[in-house]
């Protein structure tokens, strides 16, 4: 099938194998498993447990969204605006340039259409109606972060650049992304946005790759620094805690704004993603920044209640002034400031938390940049 993507060759593999992070027949963590992130005496999750196990998967209605085009229509005072549109998509505004990461606008997070985890919240607004962007940047290329109906559109209906891990390049390619769009990278090298400011710098992250029984780790996984002209963005891509993150911190920081993974925790795989607890720690690590939750309320990825990750992390946050937690499709400024709403708990609960946060007030319709005519609803 298409959407399980294509295994480097060429001239691409040979290069992913000149990496230091490649052993063997893939690519390795070279940070060794910090103690106490993995509960070897937890079972990992059964196939029915997966799918039919925990209480409160999904909500029970609707998440509260915006339709952020009225405020992209209208420059950011800061000159960065971040808005999520779920899962560990978001789109960045930084110095005039537009960047998006890990697009997934497709109905599940699996290779099959009427299989696999289902979205249970819609992205605010479909794929066509995104203004045209700068770059896109993909992490890696599990399918919650490297979509087929997504990268598809983008294809056909756009010419953006892609800046991506070591060997995801060829699954784009293989879904008819041109070549010459594609940049790969491999942890500590950066590439320049032609016609921008930008620069974007794989990093090193705690985690593994794959889209089949066969490829595991046969592409790299980064988290991801996007620098413009006056600002500095961290995204996490998925991954565990590492103390890596200070070299991160120390090498290409401080930065304005951070966004770590907080979903899909379990304790048979805490060395591979945060949780929200561990999403805490490892932004103390990297020292600076408005701290943005992403990689939660839009799938079923794991045992816990979909709320679990925010109201975790809002408890246990010592400067929750530093916490940005907008709702979907909320352009927020990490600049400003403004109590967090707890817009996810049920109807009556909601309740005023300092935090940092900002909203966007309406501005006139239309766009500067034009609507690009992607079909993906």
Known sequence: MNSFGQRATGERLERMRASPLWHGTGFRNQHPVLPGLRDPSVPMPSPKEFLLGGERRVPDAPLPSLDPRQAWSRT???????????????????????????PVWGKRASPFALLGPKRFQPVPLRLRQMPEVDVVVISHDHYDHLDYPTIRALARHSAVPFVTSLGVGAHLQAWGVAPQRIIELDWWETHRVLGTGLTITAAPSQHFSGRGLKDRNATLWSSMVVRSERHAVFFSGDTGLTTEYTAIRDRLGPFDLVMLEVGAFHPAWGDIHLGPLNALKAHALLGSGAFMPVHWGTFS??????????????????????????????????????????????????????????????APDGDPKRELPWPLD
């Open 76 to 102: 950011p005072a800061s000159g960065l605006r971040a808005t999520w549109l779920g899962h560990s998509t978001v789109l960045l505004e930084m110095d005039g340039h537009r960047v998006l990461t890990d």
């Open 301 to 362: 990825l794991a045992m816990h209640a979909w709320d679990e990750p925010a109201d975790t992390l809002l408890a246990h946050a010592l400067v929750p002034e530093q916490l940005l937690m907008p709702r979907l499709g909320e352009a927020v400024e990490p600049a400003n400031t403004r109590p967090v709403q707890t817009w996810w708990r049920q109807p009556g609960g909601e309740q005023a938390v300092p935090a940092m946060h900002s909203v966007q007030t309406p």
